[in-house]
């Protein structure tokens, strides 16, 4: 099940700086359904946890957060849960199902591999000019 075709159009604000998320394909939700593993949270919060445990380097947008959110969902991967709050206010967290915390160690398993190869890559000096 892919889910990163739909995150090519959006994009991520890195130090003042606009990417394509693209360049970050499927890192959203791998970090939504990583943040849901630890228990429920509101969506909100999701997006404040990624910034500040990215060292405030990674931080997605309403409107890129709450689709992929809704996503997430809609594929089962994640579930929401309605409150009341002792006020009567109601409230919306969001928490990891079973095949969302199956997809989660598949991802993860996934990003472990992928990021290797990209630093395999980028600590790698030819020992001969081979840019020709």
Same mark, same amino acid.
């Not at 959006?10 to 849901?36: D, E, F, Q, V």
């Not at 997006?47 to 969902?73: C, D, M, V």
């Given at each position: 099940? =892919?889910?990163?075709? +739909?995150?090519?159009?959006?994009?991520?604000?890195i130090n003042c700086l606009r990417i394509g998320i693209m360049n970050l394909k499927g890192s959203l939700p791998l970090l939504i359904l990583h943040i849901l593993s630890f228990g429920p949270n509101h969506g909100y919060q999701i997006g404040k946890l990624i910034y500040q445990w990215s060292g405030n380097k990674l931080e997605f947008r309403e409107g890129t957060l709450y689709p992929a959110l809704h996503q997430l969902? =809609?594929?089962g991967m994640i579930a929401l849960m309605q409150e009341k709050t002792t006020s009567g206010r109601r409230t919306r967290r +969001?928490?990891?199902? =079973?095949?969302g915390q199956e997809q989660l160690e598949l991802n993860l398993e996934e990003?472990?591999?992928?990021s290797q190869a990209v630093n395999n890559v980028l600590n790698t000096i030819p020992e001969n000019d081979h840019h020709t």
């Amino acid at each position: 099940m =892919d889910i990163t075709g +739909y995150y090519s159009q959006t994009t991520l604000s890195i130090n003042c700086l606009r990417i394509g998320i693209m360049n970050l394909k499927g890192s959203l939700p791998l970090l939504i359904l990583h943040i849901l593993s630890f228990g429920p949270n509101h969506g909100y919060q999701i997006g404040k946890l990624i910034y500040q445990w990215s060292g405030n380097k990674l931080e997605f947008r309403e409107g890129t957060l709450y689709p992929a959110l809704h996503q997430l969902e =809609d594929q089962g991967m994640i579930a929401l849960m309605q409150e009341k709050t002792t006020s009567g206010r109601r409230t919306r967290r +969001y928490r990891l199902t =079973d095949l969302g915390q199956e997809q989660l160690e598949l991802n993860l398993e996934e990003w472990e591999a992928f990021s290797q190869a990209v630093n395999n890559v980028l600590n790698t000096i030819p020992e001969n000019d081979h840019h020709t």
